[in-house]
């Protein structure tokens, strides 16, 4: 599924978006989804990343949360270089 995800009021276009659920299959427990990151947009990407926490808005699916990072990979290292483009992977745990 392709959606926005808005990470601290920045928005970022996602793709393999999924929601695991409680056991009550109505409350958010986590996402996860994958992003592509270009070469221009590394800095503000991995700064944005570093505070960890974030207000997560998803209005698509009307969800809204505190959400922290409890899984994140790269398929791509050398993004400080012109021209590249990662893929970004991102698991966001809902804060209580």
Do not use: C
Not at 15 to 29: G, H, R, S
Not at 56 to 80: A, C, D, K, M, W
Request: negative net charge; aromatic residues 14%.
């Amino acid at each position: 599924m392709n959606t926005e995800v808005w990470l601290n009021k920045v928005p970022i276009k996602v793709f393999n978006y999924k929601e695991i659920l409680d056991v009550d299959a109505k409350t958010l427990k986590s996402v996860t989804f994958d992003f592509e990151v270009r070469s221009e947009e590394y800095h503000t990407i991995t700064t944005l990343l570093y505070d960890r926490t974030f207000d997560v808005n998803i209005p698509s699916r009307q969800r809204s949360f505190q959400g922290e990072i409890y899984n994140y990979s790269t398929s791509i290292t050398n993004l400080y270089e012109k021209n590249q483009v990662g893929i970004f992977h991102l698991e966001l745990r809902e804060i209580k």
